[in-house]
């Protein structure tokens, strides 16, 4: 853990590092599909180039740096995440590529060059920054002048059947409290205001925002799914009772059946596809 962080992202480092990261390793073809869906409308925002040079902020296991990398051609992907574990899965298929690297850094500090990329992009890894303005003016001093911003952020987790119907279910009654507007989470850049404020402070032009719902990809059959499920959100589950336990298990279990297609457990889901330059 010598990586060079903002101490308030110490959390999330002990969480992406350890824990949940390991987890996400261990599931990562699970996790790539759950948001492949989104992958091609990020793709066309991001508006890669040949000769780009692309940075993937929070990039996991690197799938989407992979494609950026594919279409850069003869330019180049960094991918760089808070997480060993995932980062090691990534690296697994960039061996012996020339143009494709991973580095293991808080984004919010990491030392970059000045207009080091032509493109950032970011699949669900922008929404973790203790400090969001501090990250993206760091993320904007690695971007030349008009170089494309491209981000896909979750909605509010209203707008999120997959979270809103699998939380019910495991919560079991309970009020749970919610995080506070903006705190670091999947819910962070729900509101477009806010993120539009953030990234023009951090000198960002006025940001688009595209809705998009896409079906979201939870395993084949039920036991995966809930296997899935409890490996994100079994926190939930922590303290409960035995017979509570039991109860929020079995309305977890009736929901995946519920939500069984015939191409695998899934929900609906919903995320902003949010487009910027640097100015
Ligand atoms: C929801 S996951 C998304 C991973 C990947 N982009 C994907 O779509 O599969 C969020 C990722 O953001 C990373 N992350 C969170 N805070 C970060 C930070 N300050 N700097 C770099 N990466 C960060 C986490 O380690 C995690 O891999």
């Known amino acids: 853990m010598s990586v060079q962080i903002d101490p308030a992202n110490a959390d999330q480092l002990r969480a992406w590092d350890t824990g949940e990261g390991v987890f996400w390793a261990e599931e990562a073809d699970l996790f790539e599909h759950a948001l ?114 491209a981000l896909l952020s979750w909605r509010s987790a209203a707008e999120n059947e997959w979270f809103l119907s699998l939380t019910t279910a495991l919560r079991a009654g309970r009020e749970l409290p919610s995080p506070p507007p903006g705190a670091p989470g999947p819910f962070s850049q729900a509101d477009p205001s806010a993120v539009a404020e953030v990234l023009t402070e951090a000198g960002f032009a006025k940001p688009g925002f595209e809705a998009l719902d896409e079906p979201m990809y939870f395993g084949p059959d039920v036991p995966a799914a809930e296997q899935f499920v409890l490996g994100v959100l079994g926190w939930l589950l922590v303290g409960l009772d035995d017979e509570t336990r039991t109860r929020a298990l079995e309305a977890l279990r009736a929901d995946l059946e519920a939500h069984q297609t015939a191409g695998g457990v899934a929900y609906a889901s919903s995320a902003w596809l949010i487009g910027s330059r640097a100015v």
């Open 36 to 149: 492949h869906r989104y992958d091609e409308a990020l793709l066309r925002q991001a508006g890669i180039q040949d000769g780009d040079r692309v940075l993937d902020v929070g990039c996991g296991t690197g799938s989407v740096t992979e494609a950026a990398v594919r279409l850069a051609g003869s330019g180049t992907a960094l991918g760089v995440d808070l997480s060993s574990p995932m980062l090691a899965i990534a690296a697994l298929s960039a061996a012996g590529s020339e143009n494709l690297a991973y580095v293991q850094a808080d984004a919010q500090v990491h030392p970059f060059a000045d207009g080091e990329f032509d493109v950032v992009l970011s699949r669900t890894g922008t929404m973790f920054f203790a400090d969001q303005v501090a990250a993206f003016k760091n993320l904007r001093r690695a971007t030349r002048p008009g170089g494309r911003l």
